[in-house]
């Protein structure tokens, strides 16, 4: 499979991105260890000493940053890469980071192992697709619950996230209610 046919599956690649949205693999995305202590612009300080995170999973599930957030739309990023305005389009590609776009971490330090694993993962879906008919097992009528990590991690970034003012993710709302 050649590079250029890799980075011609949009569609595939709007269906991982949407995955990495609608399924973060933790609340948070990435942390820092807070040595020098400073002042955002919008006023707070953050003391030296502190873990402060990325809010991975609430981002990624805001109204404010996406259109039917709590829906799962597998060619919304393709949708985005269509619209007239071209020059956004690498912005929505899966392996593209931003402040909506957090999975893989944002900055100096985001993933430098998106590239490959965005490669490995169509070579391994395209693979699947090509040499299989994939349907559930005997017996079942839906697909099986995701794996959850970092439960406890969960808890406490609700207080963080209502304390903020944050839009709460509906996950969290079913499981603390
Ligand atoms: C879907 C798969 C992957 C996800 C979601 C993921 C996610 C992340 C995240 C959230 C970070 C932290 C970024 C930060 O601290 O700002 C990170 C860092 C990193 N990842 Fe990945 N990763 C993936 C695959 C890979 C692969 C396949 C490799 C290597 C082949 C890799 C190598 C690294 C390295 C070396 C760092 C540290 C970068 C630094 O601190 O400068 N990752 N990744």
Redesign the pocket.
């Known amino acids: 499979m050649s590079t250029h046919a890799l980075q011609a599956m949009k569609k595939l690649d709007s269906f991982l991105k949407e995955s990495?949205r609608f399924h973060p693999?933790g609340a948070s995305?990435?942390?820092?260890k807070v040595r020098k202590s400073f002042k955002l612009s919008t006023g707070e300080t953050i003391p030296a000493g502190v873990v402060i995170e990325?809010p991975?999973h609430a981002v990624a599930r805001d109204p404010a940053a996406f259109e039917d957030a709590d829906q799962f739309r597998p060619l919304r990023f393709y949708e985005m890469r269509q619209r007239p305005s071209g020059e956004t389009a690498p912005k929505h590609q899966f392996v593209s980071v931003s402040a909506k776009s957090?999975?893989?971490?944002?900055?100096?330090?985001?993933?430098?192992?998106?590239f490959?694993?965005?490669n490995?993962?169509k070579m391994i879906v395209a693979t699947c697709i090509v040499r299989y008919d994939v349907r559930l097992a005997e017996g079942q009528t839906e697909r099986y619950r995701n794996l959850d990590f970092g439960a406890s991690v969960r808890l406490s970034f609700q207080f963080f996230i209502s304390s903020y003012g944050f839009h709460l993710p509906t996950p969290l709302r079913e499981k603390t209610s």
């Open positions: 990495l693999l995305s990435f942390q820092r990325a991975n957090l999975s893989f971490g944002y900055g100096r330090h985001a993933c430098p192992g998106r490959f694993a965005a490995e993962i």
